[in-house]
């Protein structure tokens, strides 16, 4: 079992910043990769990035990958997702996931997410 808790959610305005942080601890060695998704109000959880533990391999979704920049602190079992140029569309609950495959898009662990508010 992997467990992860994100932090570092909360409200921004428009254009501002936030750093989001999942720490992971059990049997993080057993997990491949970490990715971080979100679901806003009404929607389905969509993609946001993705970081391999070896390698520091990465992988953004479109709309995100010239604003959010995801990397990991293997010492600390930490990983963190760096948001800029933040937007009031990026408002959503945002979840931390870790993988034991090579798919991006399929999880073993979630964490319980955490807000990130947007203001216009």
């Known amino acids: 079992q992997v467990q992860l808790v994100e932090s570092g959610g909360g409200l921004v305005q428009a254009g501002g910043s936030l750093r989001l942080s999942c720490a992971a601890s059990?049997?993080?060695?057993?997990?491949?990769?970490m990715g971080w998704f979100r679901q806003a109000p009404g929607k389905e959880r969509e993609f946001v990035a993705t970081?391999?533990?070896?390698?520091?391999?990465?992988v953004y979704a479109e709309h995100v990958k010239d604003r959010f920049t995801i990397s990991g602190n293997n010492a600390k079992n930490t990983v963190y997702l760096q948001m800029n140029s933040l937007k009031p569309e990026d408002t959503a609950v945002y979840y931390c996931?870790?993988?034991?495959?090579?798919?991006?898009?399929?999880?073993?662990?979630w964490g319980q997410g955490t807000q990130v508010t947007v203001s216009s």
């Open positions: 996931a870790a993988r034991h495959g090579t798919s991006i898009y399929e999880y073993d662990y």
């Open positions: 059990g049997r993080t060695f057993s997990s491949y990769g």
């Open positions: 970081i391999t533990w070896r390698g520091s391999r990465t």
